[in-house]
């Protein structure tokens, strides 16, 4: 490599530069795998399962619920969600700061749908260098075969990904008939393509530029960082100077550029952490290949802290530092949330009723005196059974239903029941008195709601 | 190219925000425009949703990138077109 000035990345004049990661095998690259394939068998597969006759994660947004398993989340829960989005948060802020981004190196989309596009590249172009001498051929037969298959083949796994994505909103089955069939409506046409251009441009075309340029946790992450988070490390006391030959007092480090070669963010890591290194560990085992054909010790690049560095650590010294205040902290927090979350949703009453006063009738006076005022009573079943349900009502004397005091409500429906609501004359002074309704359902006591409104005299 | 990039990507994420939150709150159905119930299917308020607030956070976007411009970028260049450096967006090629 000639040692030509290049334009520094500055964002706006930047000309892009293809890089060819070389594969790489090793530890780290086998649990990248597992990753891709734990996660793409919970995201593909996912979308398959059925629970009670129904497709078992489905996130219904014509109805606005949403289905895991044996659990139906409605608007009104979206406290759960706003409990796992802390949950997330607080995951990758404890994994951030034990590991540095293991999230980024195995189980991002990102880098998942990018090892799996390198793989079909590599299948169908041939190792970094064919493709390297491909890129640089003139356009041939076999170029242009070879360009073919592999965006072909790109194109399939992306569309898959579009069609099992809105798969989660339209159930796949019926998704897939209505392809078959050519009657997909335009919008669910427009989500599979969208989604399956934004996956085919991302791993196929930008990679590591989304990690560089668009991703904000690459910026923030070193926030999350201290001296004893473990991050990719280049050794330099054990391998400088670097030198081919084996000379006397020369390092470990062979500047073979492996580690460089096999970067998929294209920098190398013997400078030192960079804001780029997504922490995907193929340095370390490609130098660790290196160091075995050399025979000598593993390691030359490794997670590593930089207190282990400066201190000169062993490998059970830098892990003790694992139990630090700050992961302690993160890690009682999470477990805090997790538990209390884990409650909520355990205590959750599967019944939920809104009471809307109505507003057109204020209160009046019906036959005998009686002072009536009228609601709506949005009852919401929860659960995926029929269920009847007894209304009552009470917080002043006399107070009563007027007419039905109990309602049906079919499986995971809402429904609006009108009722009105009654007292004997002269019982209250004009004015506005809370009162409460209580639902509960027929035969299981435990299901009850309990909700206030008011009750108004003229 | 990039510019374009920096305004439209930040906007997708604050828009695909904005929608969530809206649409969790707001039901389609509970929706109206110019006093009419909107009639088009959920999915397509949804998505129609979408990209209207990924348009505004990108209008935001951009009047942020136009407002960063350099006094450089913006006053006339004191150089000749052809003295100037090479990865200057004005320099002659
Ligand atoms: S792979 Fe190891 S030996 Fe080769 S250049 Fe990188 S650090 Fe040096
Ligand atoms: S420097 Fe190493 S760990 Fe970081 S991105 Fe490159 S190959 Fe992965």
Redesign the interface.
Known sequence: MSDAPV?EE?????VHQKIYPRAVHGWFAAWRWALVVATQLVFYGGAWLTWNGRQAVLFD??H?RFYIFGLVFW?QD?IY?TALLVLSALSLFLFTAVAGRLWCGYACPQTVYTEIFLWVERLVEGDRNAQMRLDESDLSFNKFLRKTVKHSLWIGIALWTGITFVGY??PIRELLGEIRSLSL?P??M??VGFYGFATYGNAGWMREQVCK??C?YARFQSAMFDRDTMIITYDAGRGEPRGKKKSAGAGDCVDCGICVQVCPTGIDIRKGLQYECIGCAACVDGCDQVMDKLARPRGLIRYSTTNAMEEGWTRREMLRRLLRPRVLVYSGILLGVTLLAGAALYARVPLKVDVIRDRAAIAREVEGGSIENIYRLQIMNTTERARAFTIEVSGLPTIRLAGESTAGIAAATSRVVPVKVRIDPAQAAPGTYPIVFTIRAIGDDAVAVHEKSVFIVR | M??L??IL?PAF?VGGAAEVVF???V?PQELYFFGEAVEL????T??IGFFLFWCIAAASSAFTVFLQKSAEEINRCPLEPRERPP?C?KAEP
């Open positions: 334009l500055r964002s706006l004049y930047e947004i014509v606005r608007p979206v969600l909103v339209t409506g919008w669910e427009f989500w340029y668009l904000p | 990039n510019r990039v920096s990507w994420v649409f969790t709150v039901a299917g959920p999915l397509a949804y998505t990865g967006p």
